[in-house]
């Protein structure tokens, strides 16, 4: 924190001296703030007989303090309390009724309240009002055997033609506040949102009001709404068939074969089973039936991926990767791994879960090798301790820069330059030398930023075992490694204290 403290001062040096490269704008020097002293404590005003205004609550209050006039004299009036006030500049938000009864009753020896500021109100933006679902709530089906049923996924969102889909409501103004001095205390003006892009749909009679004018899926991303039909194959797809890419939903009645590749800007839906074949989609994957890879099969989804079973496959989900079983494949989720239903298990290859793993049993009694991981990696967090070294290096480099560019524009303004051509050539090449340094450590702090999101995301997660992990399965969790020394039975595995425990699930 230090380092950065100084190379801020150190920056902010070099900027003046830049700007003293460059003709000044007379400018005028900015007045302290009325109502406060040099300490920033509220003025006490003092008027005759001693009585004083007196402000408080960051200038929102005023009040007044009045002696009784001495013997002879005539009772302040209204008119005197204003003049009074106005000389002290109160100039907002006067409590008339108050004032007036000091006046009238000749109110003395107290302080009360005679003007009062206004705290801003803030405004509301614009916002629409849908009318279908925007959040996908689905959840698989479990079957009475306890298998899990994952084409009840498939469920899409429709609309009919004329259905109102989304109403817009205009933004409302704030109003600002003042304090007793009328100054301003200014709100965020409200913003007014977009209107709504994509397909489908018009607003042509009431341009806040949106309108389907097809029947179909539709889906809401990003601020747009898309109603379209839905791509489907009604048998299989092989090589015959060759690429299947649609902008939108895909659903496969049939098989994917070997070597196809599918590509779908939104979900995936395939009633059959996949052999070796690559599959992406924006959103999620569903296979009824399941993946048989062949150790080729590439499946990655923005979303989910739904499968009955995944062999031999490298499957990775930006969100949750769910099957009845997992057997020597490679499966990557930025959410959580679950082999759940009836088998429940994994067994053989690499399984990670960033959040977390949970499975009926893991690895088998033929000590077929298995490794089930939680959380960071350690390689993730050897990226990030060279992230900060960088970090750190870059940011000496980028101080040492300031510090010679520095250098030579005091002398430049001191005439101590021996020549001064060559020291604007100087500075020419340190200034580009600064941007780099800037460029590269910004690039290096976000990557820092993306890997301690990570770390942080896989922090406190589990690897759960609802019935059975068997000897010689690896367990890895935050970068730690343990290798399960005997058959154990409903257990959950976390990393704390600097190590992986286990404790017992209650049955």
Same mark, same amino acid.
């Given at each position: 924190?230090?380092?950065?403290?100084?190379? =801020?001062?150190?920056?902010?040096?070099?900027?003046?001296?830049?700007?003293?490269?460059?003709?000044?704008?007379?400018?005028?020097?900015?007045?302290?703030?009325?109502?406060?002293?040099?300490?920033?404590?509220?003025?006490?005003?003092?008027?005759?007989?001693?009585?004083? +205004?007196?402000?408080?609550?960051?200038?929102?209050? =005023?009040?007044?303090?009045?002696?009784?006039?001495?013997?002879?004299?005539?009772?302040?009036?209204?008119?005197?309390?204003?003049?009074?006030?106005?000389?002290?500049?109160?100039?907002?938000?006067?409590?008339?009724?108050?004032?007036?009864?000091?006046?009238?009753?000749?109110?003395?020896?107290?302080?009360?309240?005679?003007?009062?500021?206004?705290?801003?109100?803030?405004?509301?933006?614009?916002?629409?009002?849908?009318?279908? /679902?925007? #959040?996908?709530?689905?959840?698989?089906?479990?079957?009475?055997?306890?298998?899990?049923?994952?084409?009840?996924?498939?469920?899409?969102?429709? !609309?009919?033609?004329?259905? $109102?889909?989304?109403?817009?409501?205009?933004?409302?103004?704030?109003?600002?506040?003042?304090?007793?001095?009328?100054?301003?205390?200014?709100?965020?003006?409200?913003?007014?949102?977009?209107?709504?892009?994509?397909?489908?749909?018009?607003?042509?009679?009431?341009?806040?009001?949106?309108?389907?004018?097809?029947?179909?899926?539709?889906?809401?991303?990003?601020?747009?709404?898309?109603?379209?039909? !839905?791509?489907?194959?009604?048998?299989?797809?092989?090589?015959?068939?060759?690429? #299947?890419?649609?902008?939108?939903?895909?659903?496969?009645?049939?098989?994917?074969?070997?070597?196809?590749?599918?590509?779908?800007?939104? @979900?995936?839906?395939?009633?059959?089973?996949?052999?070796?074949?690559?599959?992406?989609?924006?959103?999620?994957?569903?296979?009824?039936?399941?993946?048989?890879?062949?150790? $080729?099969?590439?499946?990655? =989804? $923005?979303?989910?991926?739904?499968?009955?079973?995944?062999?031999?496959?490298?499957?990775?989900?930006?969100?949750?990767?769910?099957?009845?079983?997992?057997?020597?494949?490679?499966?990557?989720?930025?959410?959580?791994?679950?082999?759940?239903?009836?088998?429940?298990?994994?067994?053989?290859?690499? !399984?990670?879960?960033?959040?977390? +793993?949970?499975?009926?049993?893991?690895?088998?009694?033929?000590?077929? $090798?298995?490794?089930?991981?939680?959380?960071?990696?350690?390689?993730?967090?050897?990226?990030?301790?060279?992230?900060?070294?960088?970090?750190? /290096?870059?940011?000496?480099?980028?101080?040492?820069?300031?510090?010679?560019?520095?250098?030579?524009?005091?002398?430049?303004?001191?005439? @101590?330059?021996?020549?001064?051509?060559?020291?604007?050539?100087?500075?020419?090449?340190?200034?580009?030398?600064?941007?780099?340094?800037?460029?590269?450590?910004?690039?290096?702090?976000?990557?820092?930023?993306?890997?301690?999101?990570?770390?942080?995301?896989?922090?406190?997660?589990?690897?759960?075992?609802?019935?059975?992990?068997?000897?010689?399965?690896?367990?890895?969790?935050?970068?730690?490694?343990? #290798?399960?020394?005997?058959?154990?039975?409903? #257990?959950?595995?976390?990393?704390?204290?600097?190590?992986?425990?286990?404790?017992?699930?209650?049955?």
């Amino acid at each position: 924190m230090t380092d950065d403290i100084n190379l =801020a001062k150190s920056l902010a040096e070099l900027d003046s001296l830049l700007k003293d490269l460059q003709p000044q704008e007379e400018s005028e020097e900015a007045e302290a703030p009325d109502g406060y002293d040099e300490n920033g404590n509220p003025f006490y005003f003092a008027i005759k007989n001693g009585a004083y +205004v007196r402000v408080d609550d960051y200038n929102m209050r =005023a009040f007044l303090y009045l002696n009784p006039p001495k013997k002879g004299e005539d009772f302040y009036s209204k008119d005197d309390i204003y003049e009074f006030l106005a000389q002290n500049k109160i100039t907002y938000g006067f409590h008339k009724s108050n004032i007036a009864a000091i006046a009238k009753k000749h109110i003395s020896g107290r302080e009360i309240l005679v003007a009062k500021g206004s705290l801003p109100k803030p405004g509301l933006n614009g916002f629409y009002e849908f009318f279908f /679902e925007t #959040v996908d709530r689905r959840k698989p089906l479990i079957r009475e055997d306890g298998t899990v049923d994952y084409t009840s996924m498939s469920q899409i969102t429709n !609309v009919n033609k004329g259905d $109102k889909i989304a109403v817009y409501h205009h933004a409302t103004p704030g109003e600002d506040g003042y304090d007793v001095y009328g100054k301003k205390t200014s709100v965020k003006p409200t913003k007014e949102l977009p209107l709504l892009k994509g397909r489908g749909f018009e607003h042509n009679i009431d341009p806040d009001i949106y309108v389907a004018n097809i029947s179909g899926r539709i889906d809401y991303k990003n601020g747009a709404i898309d109603i379209k039909d !839905v791509y489907e194959v009604r048998g299989d797809v092989d090589l015959v068939t060759g690429k #299947v890419e649609f902008f939108g939903d895909i659903t496969i009645k049939g098989n994917v074969g070997s070597g196809v590749t599918i590509r779908a800007s939104r @979900n995936v839906f395939i009633e059959g089973v996949v052999e070796s074949a690559f599959i992406y989609a924006g959103g999620d994957i569903t296979i009824k039936k399941g993946i048989a890879g062949n150790d $080729k099969a590439v499946i990655k =989804a $923005k979303g989910n991926v739904y499968s009955d079973y995944i062999e031999y496959a490298n499957v990775e989900a930006n969100q949750n990767v769910r099957a009845n079983y997992i057997m020597n494949s490679n499966v990557y989720a930025a959410g959580k791994v679950i082999a759940e239903g009836k088998n429940g298990s994994i067994l053989g290859g690499n !399984v990670r879960g960033l959040l977390g +793993v949970n499975a009926g049993t893991i690895g088998n009694d033929k000590s077929v $090798k298995t490794t089930v991981a939680s959380g960071f990696s350690a390689a993730e967090y050897e990226s990030y301790v060279q992230c900060h070294t960088k970090e750190n /290096e870059l940011k000496d480099n980028l101080s040492n820069t300031v510090e010679q560019m520095t250098q030579i524009l005091k002398n430049k303004r001191l005439g @101590n330059d021996k020549d001064s051509d060559e020291s604007d050539k100087l500075i020419e090449i340190l200034n580009a030398k600064k941007d780099e340094l800037f460029e590269n450590l910004d690039k290096d702090r976000r990557e820092r930023e993306e890997l301690s999101a990570v770390i942080e995301k896989g922090k406190g997660n589990a690897i759960v075992v609802n019935n059975r992990i068997y000897e010689g399965s690896k367990i890895c969790i935050e970068g730690s490694t343990l #290798v399960i020394p005997s058959t154990t039975d409903y #257990v959950r595995y976390k990393f704390e204290d600097g190590r992986i425990v286990v404790g017992g699930l209650i049955r």
